[in-house]
């Protein structure tokens, strides 16, 4: 059974740093066969893709956000943590990591919501 | 960047009716692998997206056989050939063909 769940804070406040750790089972990025990326929504907006990890250690940032984030695995312990710099309230949303495999995220975790206020 | 426009942005279905929703990409899709990199999901209220087909045509595991997905380049359809109360939600389609990937703005499906 695949399962991915996101932790993290709820509440930040204007130019903190945020951390979110997706902690998955039921697959391995060792095996090279997947990645785990985080895509976020905004409040009754689309999803944004920020960020994709493979096994190998390879990376890719959304280029408008790329100088704010930092994507990381640890594989011993199934992990993938996302980093995001000088939080903003245009960044409050629903922050959801992602399986992906065959070219598509095809298991989602149930999602965080991070709200930025003063 | 590559834009993905939905059509329509809200649909309302009768059940057992069909629906289609049109996704159309400001760039060709096609991949240098051969493969289209156009998905859609499903965002059922209160939950997480779910992936319903990849690689423009191909239905993901679990997905019934009610959904469709066709088109090439630059034109892409997803089709519910018999619409169920469990379908509604929002249906986004997404590229992967090019950084940043993106999504289109999502078409609301109620049921009448």
């Known amino acids: 059974q695949i399962t991915l769940k996101e932790s993290g804070p709820t509440l930040m406040k204007p130019t903190q740093t945020l951390t979110l750790t997706c902690s998955f089972s039921?697959?391995?990025?060792?095996?090279?066969?997947?990645?785990v990326g985080w895509i976020r929504q905004p409040p009754g907006k689309a999803p944004e893709c920020l960020a994709v990890?493979?096994?190998?250690?390879?990376?890719l940032y959304s280029p408008s956000l790329k100088n704010r984030l930092t994507i990381t695995q640890d594989t011993s312990k199934n992990q993938v943590v996302l980093t995001m710099t000088n939080m903003d309230p245009a960044d409050t949303a629903v922050y959801y990591c992602?399986?992906?495999?065959?070219?598509?995220?095809?298991?989602w975790g149930q999602g965080a919501l991070v709200t930025v206020s003063s | 960047d590559i834009v993905m426009t939905q059509s329509p942005l809200s649909l309302s279905v009768t059940p057992g009716e069909p629906a289609s929703i049109s996704c159309r990409s400001s760039?060709?899709?096609?991949?240098?692998?051969?493969?289209?990199?156009l998905d859609w999901y499903l965002q059922k209220p209160g939950q997480s997206p779910q992936l319903l087909i990849y690689?423009?045509?191909n239905r993901a595991s679990g997905v019934p056989e009610r959904f469709s997905g066709s088109g090439s380049g630059t034109d892409f359809t997803l089709k519910i050939s018999r619409v169920e109360a469990e379908d509604v939600g929002v249906y986004y389609c997404?590229?992967?063909?090019?950084?940043?990937?993106?999504f289109g703005q999502g078409t609301k499906v109620e049921i009448e």
């Open positions: 992602a399986r992906r495999q065959s070219a598509a995220f095809d298991y």
């Open positions: 039921g697959f391995s990025l060792a095996t090279g066969r997947a990645a």
């Open positions: 990890i493979y096994g190998n250690d390879d990376k």
């Open positions: 760039q060709d899709l096609m991949h240098s692998n051969g493969y289209i990199h």
């Open positions: 690689l423009a045509s």
């Open positions: 997404f590229q992967s063909r090019q950084i940043p990937w993106t």
